[in-house]
């Protein structure tokens, strides 16, 4: 993970030298496109190498130099072109660079232009939350429940593509926006879902820094996209989570489940500005996204007082919709425990088995059984299912409670 530090070096030492390497460049090179690209890969760069080399003494000196480099590269590239200039031209896009004005936030402006269309939405999510994020192999791994490997492969291919087909690191203007957003929501929101739980061991299990960057991030957007409902959405299901954040581990260090929360410390402001943003969807009376029916579900969790009076038949139909639009074994999960509520334990159980094919390696698919066989009073396949929970789970204030849980069998 880079440490905070770093990335706040990194992002301000870019802001600060932005326009002046843009300007020593193209005085030297005498084009601002180049110039303007060379300072993206410069600091593309330096989001790679410094949290593992450091901060150099003068990053303004070193993303000149760096930027420098990358424009007498680009240049000589152009000039071995000749005939292929055409053909290559056909792999770029013919409109000019997007204003800078079009995207006021650097590293919004560098999520937008990581998230290419060019690369498969997978690929683009994973290299962006890597390159931009601040997101480690593993812990991207662990996003898309695929092996380390799989995922170190797949970022490597999608740097190869980028170089063998000449793909422009440009920043999109207004215009672009559109085609790009899905990939940008979803990186920021596998980035507040590393920050709300964090997968690592070596981290904080609740991590703020991610959170709160993830909802500027997304809140900016939202003023450049108002009209888009999946925006809205994802800007509401966050805040509905942060609000609960300060109650979610224990003076101990142990994770707190949503049933065993104190809701009165929950954050007031951030759930009735999150109603509001569910409420002002439902009025457009649009079919709503995957993010829009997401912070439905977490609206109908926060309006209860107690968990006693959640609506767990509204929660259920609403992840009867989610399934269509998104028929992920995860979601299906979370629906299989929703339903544990209205049908009982076995019905769920029976629901979850199913989909251990798909789930074998996810700590909380472990997790879930383990419950739903304690509730039926089967201990030794409980017990065992939360070993199993425990030794696949990062977190180490999950693990805490998983093994509270466990030892509690008797």
């Not at 031209?89 to 937008?112: A, M, V």
Request: glycine letters at 4%; charged letters at 30%.
């Amino acid at each position: 993970m880079i440490k905070l530090d770093v990335r706040e070096a990194i992002t301000q030492a870019h802001h600060e030298e932005w326009a002046r390497v843009v300007a020593t460049l193209t005085k030297r090179f005498g084009d601002l496109d180049i110039a303007e690209e060379a300072a993206a890969e410069a600091f593309a760069t330096a989001v790679e190498r410094w949290p593992a080399d450091g901060a150099p003494p003068n990053p303004g000196a070193w993303l000149t130099t760096t930027a420098s480099r990358k424009a007498i590269d680009r240049i000589r590239r152009e000039a071995k072109r000749g005939d292929k200039q055409r053909e290559a031209q056909l792999l770029s896009y013919d409109d000019p660079p997007g204003r800078r004005d079009d995207i006021d936030d650097e590293r919004l402006r560098l999520i937008f232009t990581c998230c290419h269309p060019a690369l498969a939405m997978e690929t683009r999510v994973a290299l962006t939350l890597r390159m931009v994020g601040g997101l480690t192999v593993p812990e991207i791994a662990r996003a898309f429940l695929v092996q380390e490997t799989t995922m170190e492969k797949r970022i490597t291919r999608a740097k190869a593509k980028i170089k063998a087909a000449r793909i422009p690191y440009r920043v999109p203007s207004a215009k672009d926006l559109s085609e790009r957003v899905t990939g940008v929501l979803t990186v920021l929101f596998l980035v507040f879902n590393e920050g709300y739980l964090s997968t690592s061991p070596d981290t904080d299990p609740v991590r703020r820094d991610l959170t709160a960057e993830a909802i500027r991030l997304t809140r900016l957007i939202r003023v450049l996209m108002p009209e888009n409902g999946e925006v809205t959405g994802l800007l509401a299901l966050m805040l509905l989570i942060e609000a609960r954040r300060t109650a979610r581990v224990s003076a101990s260090g142990e994770l707190v489940t949503l049933d065993e929360q104190d809701r009165g410390t929950w954050d007031a402001a951030l759930i009735a500005e999150g109603h509001r943003l569910v409420r002002e969807r439902l009025a457009t009376r649009v079919a709503p996204g995957r993010y829009q029916i997401l912070a439905a579900i977490n609206a109908v969790h926060t309006s209860a007082p107690d968990v006693s009076d959640t609506d767990w038949s509204q929660v259920v139909a609403l992840y009867d919709q989610l399934v269509r639009l998104d028929p992920s074994p995860i979601i299906a999960l979370n629906r299989a425990v929703a339903v544990a509520e209205i049908d009982g334990a076995a019905v769920a159980l029976a629901a979850v088995d199913r989909l251990e094919h798909r789930l074998a390696g996810y700590h909380a698919f472990h997790a879930a059984r383990a419950d739903l066989l304690r509730r039926l009073g089967r201990t030794q396949e409980s017990r065992a299912a939360y070993d199993k929970a425990i030794e696949l789970a990062g977190n180490t204030a999950e693990t805490a409670a998983l093994a509270r849980r466990r030892d509690q069998l008797g």
